[in-house]
């Protein structure tokens, strides 16, 4: 199983970046997908959750309204659209996925929400 996240970096409050989880190893279609977070000095948390179909999607509190999960099964990749940043998002974020037992992190993707 290979979890390979993109898309972080740098940006100011208000702006917008796209997160991508490239997914190996498994059945992508069959798993359930979640992006996490840790900020530092925090524990790692639940930002969103996507089904196996993309029908069921669950949203951190926090980030309702901001935040978009999906998922491209044809290219076996979860997205994590977020907009409307804030400092406080400034996390290292982390693909999941979750296959029958079997649960998978990826390597993590620092964003930096920041003036």
């Known amino acids: 199983v290979q979890l390979v996240e993109s898309g972080g970096g740098l940006v100011q409050p208000g702006g917008s970046l796209r997160l991508s989880c490239a997914a190996s190893?498994?059945?992508?279609?069959?798993?359930?997908m979640s992006w996490h977070r840790r900020a530092p000095g925090k524990e790692r948390e639940l930002v969103a959750s996507?089904?196996?179909?993309?029908?069921?999607?669950n949203y951190k509190h926090s980030v309702k309204g901001r935040f978009t999960i999906s998922r491209d099964n044809a290219k076996n990749t979860v997205y994590l659209q977020m907009n409307s940043l804030k400092p406080e998002d400034t996390a290292v974020y982390y693909c999941?996925?979750?296959?029958?037992?079997?649960?998978?992190w990826g390597q993590g993707t620092q964003v930096t929400v920041s003036s």
């Open positions: 999941r996925s979750v296959y029958g037992a079997f649960g998978s």
């Open positions: 190893g498994f059945t992508f279609s069959s798993a359930l």
């Open positions: 996507i089904t196996s179909g993309g029908t069921i999607t």
